[in-house]
């Protein structure tokens, strides 16, 4: 992991340089650029008076345009875009220039927005368009050719060419408004979004600034290299912005992608008694709370966004969430239309939506719900893992495995993406993959406790039996060392095989013991009642040979010939576990 910018050793001048961006931004209307800095200048220590940074300097052009453009900003503040760019047109001064064209893009995009009337119609790619974008095109780039846009209209230029999807110049151009303007975190903030892989990342060459290093944080938790993220905030943190709420709610976000839910959810409790009010993450902090079936909590938590302001679109998602919780799928996806109402280009609620879909057997709108994810954000892994889902639902194995290997891509540690690759294989009778990615599942750590079983069953099916033994013997050595609840559906069926593959081997001690363990299960009780009568007519009619155990609990070694490659394990002795 690279340094930090040697930057962060002044904090003072950093401090300097957030309050000038802050007024710079403000003046533009770059809302979010302005929250984001003003958070990180509130969580520095405050400049005494005679350190504050002093304005501007006024240009001949910004004296000429000052009069317009203070009654054009404070149109633009009303949301009346059309009467602000009215007002500018034919001003000369840069900052005049941003919010003419600032003014036309958002006045397309409030009408492509109220064109849209359909949450689950046409996304990017339809028919509704910004009908300005490329006019502003044309006209910015004439001004770029000539050298004569600023850091701010570079970004512009770059929101521009995103909208009408020419991806690759808009790259360029975002990274020429960061070297422009590196305290601009709205120019970074686009160009996090357009970042696919770790290569991209490092072929871009970036201005050094300390900006960079939140750039690079972010980047980092996209990319899902949560280790990586973790210890860049962490670095920050020991930098100087230990009070950031930004920060805070970063590594809250990481732990929630790694699915780390005791430490997110201790975050998010800290965070939400830092800024009572706070909105923003707070679907995030939901998700969270469902996957725990922490109603009360959920319920709580929803309840008070709805005072804080129930028209936001975190607001939505979290109330989705509660009814999904409770089960009212209907009512949930309902919610997850408003927010897309109020956002078409919320992520989380279009996986969401799909998700309850699914719920209601709506495979078809599913589907729909998904692929609009994926238009959102090709690295949201949920969405395409839900596609994989929804195309196992409708038995077609080939396209869900086209899916989850996207899932997987973009998640390659996560065993869930691997046991369902494996489950893909194995219903296309590729059985070595299958194998390989049950075994990888359980390498990088099975959350569910599931990879070993199903690949103890498949050698079981393939008659493969001293390699399923093997299997099933880790399996449950992996559940009893876990320490989870012994009543595990499946601990009784890995003990009635071993149970007769040790009778069958005319190994009559251990094979008495796991069926006498049998009878601790109920879907196994039976089968272990059966095995010990057997195991006694056999004992009676003389031909149990001698076994030499010194005690009955230890199983032997089995076989390593095994096409998947497994660690050696040592003999399993469950004597001492009691369910």
């Not at 501007?56 to 009467?83: G, H, I, M, N, V």
């Not at 129930?310 to 607001?315: G, I, M, Q, W």
């Not at 075994?439 to 690949?455: I, N």
């Amino acid at each position: 992991m690279a340094a930090l910018s040697t930057e962060f050793g002044d904090l003072v001048q950093i401090k300097k340089q957030l309050i000038s961006i802050i007024s710079q931004c403000r003046e533009r209307g770059l809302v979010h650029s302005v929250k984001w800095a003003s958070e990180l200048a509130f969580a520095l220590d405050p400049l005494p008076v005679n350190e504050h940074p002093p304005p501007p300097d006024l240009t001949e052009e910004d004296a000429e345009d000052f009069d317009a453009l203070c009654l054009a900003k404070s149109y633009f503040d009303l949301k009346e875009y059309d009467r602000a760019a009215y007002f500018l047109r034919g001003c000369r001064s840069k900052k005049a220039y941003f919010l003419y064209m600032y003014s036309r893009y958002l006045s397309g995009e409030k009408k492509k927005d109220d064109e849209t009337v359909d949450s689950l119609g046409p996304l990017e790619k339809g028919q509704v368009r910004n009908e300005a974008l490329r006019e502003l095109r044309v006209e910015l780039s004439k001004k770029h050719n000539a050298g004569e846009l600023d850091g701010f209209a570079l970004y512009l230029y770059g929101v521009v060419l995103r909208k009408l999807d020419l991806l690759k110049e808009a790259v360029d151009i975002f990274v020429a408004a960061t070297h422009a303007l590196p305290l601009h975190w709205g120019a970074w903030l686009e160009l996090c979004n357009l970042v696919t892989n770790i290569e991209m990342l490092k072929s871009l060459s970036l201005p050094e600034c300390w900006v960079r290093d939140f750039f690079l944080a972010q980047m980092y938790t996209e990319l899902q290299m949560i280790t990586e993220a973790l210890q860049k905030y962490q670095s920050l943190i020991e930098a100087g912005f230990s009070k950031s709420t930004y920060i805070i709610s970063q590594i809250a976000v990481a732990y929630h992608n790694i699915r780390d839910i005791d430490q997110a959810l201790a975050l998010f409790n800290e965070l939400r008694e830092q800024d009572p009010f706070r909105i923003e993450n707070m679907d995030t902090f939901s998700n969270l709370l469902y996957v725990r079936s922490m109603k009360p909590e959920l319920s709580y938590l929803a309840h008070n966004l709805v005072e804080i302001d129930k028209y936001r679109v975190e607001t939505c998602c979290v109330i989705g969430n509660y009814y999904s919780l409770r089960a009212q799928h209907e009512k949930a996806a309902l919610y997850f239309q408003r927010a897309l109402k109020l956002n078409p280009r919320c992520l989380g609620a279009w996986t969401l939506m799909g998700h309850e879909y699914m719920e209601m057997k709506n495979t078809s709108a599913a589907i729909q719900a998904y692929r609009h994810a994926i238009e959102v954000n090709k690295r949201d892994y949920r969405a395409w893992y839900g596609l994989g889902q929804t195309y196992e639902i409708l038995k077609m194995p080939f396209y869900s495995l086209y899916y989850y290997r996207k899932a997987h891509h973009l998640r390659p540690n996560d065993s869930r993406m691997l046991v369902a690759l494996g489950e893909c294989y194995e219903k296309l009778n590729q059985h070595v993959e299958a194998k390989k990615c049950y075994w990888r599942a359980y390498s990088v750590g099975d959350v569910e406790r599931m990879a070993l079983l199903k690949l103890a069953k498949l050698h079981e099916q393939l008659h493969e039996s001293d390699d399923a033994a093997q299997y099933y013997i880790i399996y449950i050595k992996d559940i009893f060392s876990c320490g989870e609840q012994l009543e595990h559906a499946e601990v009784g069926t890995a003990l009635r095989y071993l149970g007769y593959y040790y009778f069958k081997k005319d190994m009559y001690d251990e094979s008495s013991f796991c069926a006498q363990r049998c009878c601790d299960y109920n879907d196994a009780r039976d089968a272990g009642k059966a095995l010990l009568m057997q195991i006694s007519a056999m004992r009676e009619q003389g031909d149990a040979s001698p076994q030499e155990m010194s005690t009955p609990g230890v199983f032997t070694p089995l076989s390593n010939n095994n096409a998947t490659p497994i660690r050696r394990v040592s003999p399993l002795d469950l004597s001492s576990v009691t369910p």
